[in-house]
């Protein structure tokens, strides 16, 4: 019981903000740092479920952009002589927040021993990171390629290449 009630709480909070990209920004603050760390649940399927809720959060942002599509600028702020306008921090710069904790998890999660379901997710979950926040899996350029190296090399790669 515990498994199937596990699995729906990775999957349930996708069919909260799928309708309402107002929702993106709390979601991205309340509900990413624990997605993060579900990351290392130990069943395998739980932890698919995880990543592609996760997966389905960054579609989001690259379909609505920040706060729900809106890109205009925040409320105005006075200050000093002038009106400025203050920048609207927006949902993506909290989801730019979860990408070094994730990945960091999922490259620890993505081994040798998973078996291609879990790492074709894995995988999907960072190509999904680099198409929305480019320029964010930069700094893990070095890991995610050795990780790569070491899938196509191993004994089983051949099952990993097309």
């Not at 921090?89 to 904790?101: D, F, I, K, T």
């Not at 090399?153 to 097309?162: C, V």
Request: contains cysteine; charged residues 20%.
């Amino acid at each position: 019981m515990r498994t199937r009630h596990t699995k729906c709480s990775g999957s349930t909070p996708g069919c909260h903000w799928h309708p309402r990209p107002e929702l993106l920004q709390s979601v991205y603050k309340s509900v990413g740092p624990t997605l993060v760390f579900r990351f290392a649940d130990r069943e395998e399927s739980v932890r698919i479920e995880v990543w592609a809720t996760l997966t389905a959060l960054v579609k989001q942002a690259s379909v609505y952009g920040s706060e729900g599509g809106s890109t205009r600028l925040g409320k105005r702020k006075r200050e000093g002589e002038g009106m400025e306008g203050v920048e609207n921090e927006g949902g993506l710069s909290q989801l730019r927040q979860l990408v070094p904790p994730a990945t960091k998890s999922l490259l620890q999660q993505l081994t040798l021993k998973r078996n291609v379901a879990t790492l074709t997710s894995g995988f999907s979950l960072l190509q999904t990171l680099n198409a929305t926040l480019s320029g964010m899996l930069a700094p893990f350029s070095t890991p995610l390629l050795s990780l790569m190296a070491k899938l196509l090399s191993g004994p089983s790669g051949s099952q990993y290449r097309n």
